[in-house]
Each structure stands twice: as C-alpha cells, then as structure tokens.
Nanobody
C-alpha cells in the first residue's frame, strides 16, 4: 500500500505565500509522476502542477509565474511553493502520485486526503 501525507495549507491574505508538501511512503518501487490538484466549491477538480520522473513539469496557466513545483527524490516528497496568492486560488488541494509498487510492479494512482488553502481579499 502507498500513503500520501500532505501539509502546509492554511489561511493567508491575498498576495501572501504558502508552501505545500506531500510525502509518499509505503511499497514504492518508483514514482512515475507526482503533483497537486485542487477543487473549489462547486467546481471540478483540476490539475495545478505535475512533475514526472524525468523532470518534466506541467503547470496550469492560471498559476504560472506564481507557483513552483519541486521535489526531493530522497524523501519521495514534492513541494508546491505558492506565491502572490489570489482569492481564486482558494480550494482544497490534493496530492496525487502515480506509483509503481514493489514486488508486483503494478502501477496505480494514489491521492492524499486534501489540505485547505483559503486566500482572503
């Protein structure tokens, strides 16, 4: 089994910053990709930022230039540095990891429990 533990959410004023972290643990052979999605009330979940094992990144246009995705391979952890936050960034942020498991070498996607980010105006 694989677990994702998220942290770093909270309440911040517009223009402020937050740093989200997500650590993966468990029966991990390799992580194929890892990143963050978000879901605002009444809206569908959307991709925010994703990084692949090869280092390629995919960042949604609405946060480009403000959010930065990074990783620490030794800790199986990704970080989302969020700067110049706007009220429209308010959402529950979910970590996602595409993992190949040990022994069976099966590949599945896993989700964190979500962390609330609220940006006040």
């Amino acid at each position: 089994q694989v677990q994702l533990v998220e942290s770093g959410g909270g309440l911040v004023q517009a223009g402020g910053s937050l740093r989200l972290s997500c650590a993966a643990s468990g029966s991990i052979f390799s992580i194929n990709s890892m990143g963050w999605y978000r879901q605002a009330p009444g809206k569908q979940r959307e991709l925010v930022a994703l990084i692949t094992s090869g280092g390629s990144t995919n960042i949604v246009d609405s946060v480009k230039g403000r959010f930065t995705l990074s990783r620490d391979d030794a800790k199986n952890t990704v970080y989302l540095q969020m700067n110049s936050l706007k009220p429209e960034d308010t959402a529950v942020y979910y970590c996602n990891a595409d993992v190949t498991r040990t022994w069976t070498r099966t590949r599945n996607a896993y989700w964190g429990q979500g962390t609330q980010v609220t940006v006040s105006s």
